[in-house]
T-cell receptor, first 114, second 114 residues
Framework: KAGVTQTPRYLIKTRGQQVTLSCSPI?????VSWYQQTPGQGLQFLFE???????NKGNFPGRFSGRQFSNSRSEMNVSTLELGDSALYLC?????????????FGPGTRLTVL | AQTVTQSQPEMSVQEAETVTLSCTYD???????LFWYKQPPSRQMILVIR??????QNATENRFSVNFQKAAKSFSLKISDSQLGDAAMYFC???????????FGAGTRLTVKP
């Protein structure tokens, strides 16, 4: 089975722009979660989508949004980029929602904001 | 809110030796899940081992085992017969039964010396 895929792998943007990141979960997985990883803050939960519905959201401003499609693929959007948004964005998929479901991670998208 | 603490920013082990990585967590919940993830330089997060809090038996996966002490809220990872490929950042993570986000520790960088 193919693993979690994320596109693009690397992205360079300038302040004020917006960006969309994509995540394709493992086949059959219906839950997709997004995390931001930075040297200063570590790994932080952004949000989770299950069956096209946002189930939970972390403590991030409204500039961070996401959605999930009927095929479980998910996109994350960041508007009005700031320098502090430079990070590795990780997507993880699981069969279902809730703690019993182990999350499997993709390789990440490295976003650099200049 | 649940917090996860990894008190060892860096650890080093000789090849073929055993090393233990520490993790403590804070929670008021009785049911939850604990994980160890490995992140090599490629940045792909890989699941190492998972423990259900309701199970008293410590989880084991080949050379990896945990020492789960629920009362002490401690969840350490033991790596036996360390191999060069074990060199990576190791993250301890907590996930509630019903909440959908995963809380990560700051990570421990493991170096394996030949």
């Amino acid at each position: 089975k193919a693993g979690v895929t994320q596109t693009p792998r690397y992205l360079i943007k300038t302040r004020g722009q917006q960006v969309t990141l994509s995540c394709s979960p493992i086949s059959g997985h219906r839950s997709v979660s997004w995390y931001q990883q930075t040297p200063g803050q570590g790994l932080q939960f952004l949000f989770e989508y299950f069956s096209e519905t946002q189930r939970n959201k972390g403590n991030f401003p409204g500039r961070f949004s996401g959605r999930q499609f009927s095929n479980s693929r998910s996109e994350m959007n960041v508007s009005t980029l700031e320098l502090g948004d430079s990070a590795l964005y990780l997507c993880a998929s699981s069969l279902g929602s809730g703690g019993a479901n182990t999350q499997y991670f993709g390789p990440g998208t490295r976003l650099t904001v200049l | 809110a649940q917090t996860v603490t990894q008190s060892q920013p860096e650890m080093s082990v000789q090849e073929a030796e055993t090393v233990t990585l520490s993790c403590t967590y804070d929670t008021s919940e009785s049911d939850y899940y604990l994980f160890w993830y490995k992140q090599p330089p490629s940045r792909q997060m890989i699941l190492v081992i998972r423990q259900e809090a309701y199970k008293q038996q410590n989880a084991t996966e080949n050379r990896f085992s945990v020492n789960f002490q629920k009362a002490a809220k401690s969840f350490s990872l033991k790596i036996s017969d360390s191999q060069l490929g074990d060199a990576a950042m190791y993250f301890c993570a907590y996930r509630s039964l019903n909440n959908n986000d995963m809380r990560f520790g700051a990570g421990t960088r493991l170096t394996v010396k030949p």
